[in-house]
């Protein structure tokens, strides 16, 4: 990497440039590290991680963004392997609550959904980190969002920055999402076909938001409750235990079905969530040490307002022909998104990474994620 110093700006020059310090961004870069493969790692936010965010109390970790991972997917696996961490099962013994409209809830109507997932020990925040501690200071930024890439006639894309750094390289990742992309200025102009397929990719998860109530003790588990619940009134449509592997403190937590228009007074959110943790749960639910609540879709680093619409089905994910060999081949995606296979899983983004290091030329999925 080469460093020009001007008087009142900085230029850094490299063979490839990350935009995006979520695991794909990451997972990338630890890639390109081990080739010896001259890049940057930028993030715009204060941390890395993207929508993985974990909340910490005392000894409990709690997944405010995706929590969990499955059998089938051995990217994960394999990293997770690697970087000697830990996952266990999601906790799924006893019986499943039901709340119908008129807030009756009943108990022992199905199962509970997520049993067979795993989650990982530190919370999913602890696997980022550990990505991110790995690459060394030189190669990566935080607090660096990126507001426009030029491609000069020259063939360099020069990447602006809002302190003035100019950031040129030969390639360059979006490692985030396509909508959220689509808002960086690009010159020469990107097709409108390729804008308009941007746009068109709903961003996994942005629309959601998740609610986190923290307790001391399990009682649910106590009560012969696996903390599985499903309702049809109230915020939560969907609840789990969110507890950690061993020890507390424990969490339940539920996914906010109301649309993203109907949760924006958080406050009320708030007393309606604590409201329904105690209708399926009893008293004890009323007063946790802490509830957690993340709304995505107020996220500006991920949600778009095209994706306050909420997800009814999982979309069909892919890189479309029109985000293809843009810029000659230099501009690149990224980000679960983009996965042919695993699109909207961890399992994704760490699929689309391993996609765009094998075409520019670097570790292969095999070589990267070896023991």
């Known amino acids: 990497m080469s460093l020009t110093c001007g008087l009142h700006q900085k230029v850094f020059d490299m063979q490839t440039l990350i935009i995006g310090g979520g695991l794909s961004g990451l997972a990338l870069a630890e890639q390109l590290e081990a080739q010896g493969h001259d890049y940057m790692l930028v993030e715009a936010r204060a941390r890395f991680g993207g929508r993985i965010k974990t909340e910490r109390l005392d000894a409990g970790y709690f997944d405010m963004g995706p929590a969990w991972f499955w059998p089938g997917q051995p990217r994960i696996a394999a990293l997770i392997n690697k970087l000697k961490l830990e996952k266990f099962d999601q906790f799924s013994r006893g019986i499943l609550s039901f709340e119908d409209e008129q807030q009756n809830v009943q108990r022992g109507r199905g199962f509970a959904s997520m049993e067979g997932s795993w989650r990982l020990k530190g919370g999913l925040a602890h696997l980022t980190q550990t990505l991110a501690d790995r690459l060394p200071d030189a190669r990566k930024r935080l607090n660096t969002p990126v507001t426009g890439l030029t491609r000069g006639s020259g063939g360099k ?72 619940a499903m309702s049809r009134f109230g915020p939560m449509a969907e609840v789990h235990d969110a507890s950690p592997a061993k020890g507390g403190p424990y969490a339940l937590f539920g996914f906010i079905g109301v649309p993203p228009q109907g949760r924006a007074d958080e406050q009320a959110l708030r007393q309606q969530v604590l409201a329904q943790f105690t209708r399926l749960f009893g008293a004890e639910a009323a007063n946790p040490r802490k509830l957690f609540i993340k709304d995505w879709a107020f996220d500006t680093r991920t949600s778009t307002q095209a994706d306050k619409q909420p997800l009814y089905a999982h979309p069909t994910y892919g890189l479309p022909g029109a985000m293809v060999d843009l810029w000659a081949g230099q501009l690149r995606f990224a980000g679960t998104e983009v996965a042919p296979q695993f699109g909207g899983y961890i399992e994704g983004a760490l699929e689309a990474a391993e996609n765009v290091a094998r075409s520019i030329g670097t570790t292969t999925k095999d070589a990267a994620y070896a023991n």
């Open 157 to 228: 894309i020069t990447a602006r920055l809002a302190d003035s750094t100019t950031l040129t390289a030969e390639t360059v990742v979006l490692a985030l999402p396509p909508r959220v992309a689509a808002e960086i200025a690009f010159e020469p102009a990107l097709p409108a076909g390729t804008i308009r397929a941007m746009q068109g990719i709903a961003t996994w998860m942005a629309g959601q938001a998740k609610a986190i109530a923290v307790y001391d003790t399990p009682f649910w588990r106590d009560a012969g409750l696996s903390g599985d």
